[in-house]
């Protein structure tokens, strides 16, 4: 057996075992893809990121579920640039570039006056799809009715690197009786059975945020749900611009919270910002480690 040290990280918090937890592997290069994959399933998080070397930016970062690789993932990101920055990896570099399944991104570090570390990602350019499936089996399949869901909005396919379902729902009371049944969603999603669900409201817990989420994976994945959500708040972000609040200038400055249902509260930070033919999307967040541990897998 082979032992591989996981460095746990909880994205969008501060506070250890809240936000979303990802495993941090810092020996990437010396891991076979199936090794990676048996890692992933090992730690048993939504996510485990790999830093590994490469030949088109300053890093590259490989995201793996218990199930599968995934494009990009934006809480694993902020951990594990969190971890590298933290442990001295990264040197004096503030901004740089990450590749990525789902392209090349810029980075980048901020340091406030306390020693808080925020980071920025700038994600892929939003895409949407329409839903054509049922609503019905759609709500049933979270645990909610038809009646929940938001009669006057969209419910569309995003993403900006990682493909998910955008559900507005009328109230946050909805949030609370959510169960979902993952196995149906390939079912229900005809246009897209990998896809994961978000469910979004805009009445929030906290009066200082502008949306609250819940997020459902992929039966895919080998996971029901993730905590705090990156990419699904970036792709959140594009459609509150497109079709929420239409008549913003520049740009637009959100905050997401998530996590509240499963204990896991957290915040993520998202800028939309208006270019000529499409947005620029980009996620800001901070992270906290947690604890190490060792993981064994086949040699």
Same mark, same amino acid.
């Given at each position: 057996?082979?032992? +591989?040290?996981? !460095?746990?990280? @909880?994205?969008?918090?501060?506070?250890?075992?809240?936000?979303?937890?990802? &495993?941090? +592997? =810092?020996?990437? %290069? @010396?891991? /076979?893809d199936e090794e990676m994959q048996e890692v992933a399933l090992k730690v048993e998080f939504n996510e485990t990121a790999f830093p590994v070397k490469s030949n088109i930016a300053d890093l590259r970062i490989r995201y793996f579920t218990p199930g599968h690789e995934m494009n990009l993932c934006g809480h694993a990101t902020i951990a594990t640039v969190y971890a590298l920055k933290t442990?001295?990896? =990264?040197? %004096?570099? /503030?901004?740089? /570039? +990450?590749e990525t399944k789902a392209g090349v991104l810029p980075i980048k570090i901020d340091s406030t006056t306390d020693n808080d570390t925020y980071i920025t990602m700038k994600q892929a350019s939003p895409q949407f799809i329409d839903f054509k499936g049922s609503k019905e089996d759609l709500a049933n399949s979270i645990g909610v009715n038809k009646e929940d869901i938001e009669d006057e909005l969209p419910i569309l396919y995003g993403s900006t690197g990682t493909w998910t379902l955008l559900i507005p729902i009328k109230t946050l009371d909805a949030f609370k009786k959510m169960k979902p049944n993952n196995k149906l969603f390939p079912s229900i999603l005809k246009e897209m059975p990998k896809a994961s669900i978000h469910p979004f409201c805009l009445e929030t817990y906290d009066s200082d945020a502008d949306m609250h989420a819940r997020h459902f994976s992929s039966p895919f994945s080998g996971t029901i749900e993730d905590a705090v959500t990156g /990419?699904?708040? &970036?792709?959140? &972000?594009? !459609?509150?611009?497109? !079709? +929420?609040?239409?008549?913003?200038?520049?740009? =637009?400055? =959100?905050?997401?919270?998530?996590?509240?249902?499963?204990?896991?509260? &957290?915040?993520?930070?998202v800028r939309v910002s208006n270019n000529e033919d499409n947005y620029v999307i980009e996620i800001t967040g901070n992270a906290v480690f947690v604890k190490e541990f060792d993981v064994l897998i086949e040699k």
């Open positions: 057996m082979k032992s +591989i040290k996981v !460095y746990h990280y @909880d994205a969008f918090s501060i506070e250890p075992n809240k936000g979303n937890p990802a &495993g941090v +592997i =810092l020996n990437g %290069d @010396d891991l /076979t442990r001295g990896l =990264l040197g %004096d570099k /503030t901004n740089f /570039t +990450i /990419t699904a708040s &970036g792709v959140m &972000g594009a !459609y509150f611009a497109k !079709y +929420i609040k239409r008549d913003f200038e520049e740009s =637009l400055n =959100l905050v997401v919270e998530q996590g509240q249902e499963i204990g896991k509260n &957290g915040r993520v930070m």
